[in-house]
């Protein structure tokens, strides 16, 4: 069964750190894209911070640059997202994703379930 469970969100105050955890399972893990979207009631789903499968260099929304990180082990078959400096407005249910093109089929994408993530000032 693919499985990618969340853990880590929770409240924190202005300028505080939260780490996300995505732990996956029931898929090859090394070779997905992966990344971690968030959402607010009433607005689509953005993107936050993507890594490409194997070495692949990181990329982050504006809103979040050069304040959190994005982070993979292959080996434990995890990736996480640190989160510092931590504003009001990144208060979201944040969801953990992993992808892969597969020629003839198109994107495999599988979600974690969400994970709510309030910021207080």
């Known amino acids: 069964e693919v499985q990618l469970v969340e853990s880590g969100g929770g409240l924190v105050q202005v300028g505080g750190s939260l780490r996300l955890s995505c732990a996956a399972s029931?898929?090859?893990?090394?070779?997905?894209?992966i990344g971690w979207f968030r959402q607010v009631p009433g607005k689509e789903r953005e993107g936050v911070a993507c890594?490409?499968?194997?070495?692949?260099?990181?990329h982050y929304s504006d809103s979040v640059k050069g304040r959190f990180t994005i982070s993979r082990d292959n080996a434990k078959n995890t990736f996480y997202l640190q989160m510092n400096s931590l504003k009001p407005e990144d208060t979201a249910v944040y969801y953990c994703?992993?992808?892969?093109?597969?020629?003839?089929?198109?994107?495999?994408?599988?979600w974690g379930q969400g994970t709510q993530v309030t910021v207080s000032s």
């Open positions: 994703n992993a992808s892969l093109e597969v020629v003839g089929v198109g994107f495999v994408r599988f």
């Open positions: 029931g898929f090859i893990f090394d070779d997905y894209d």
């Open positions: 890594v490409e499968g194997g070495d692949g260099s990181p």
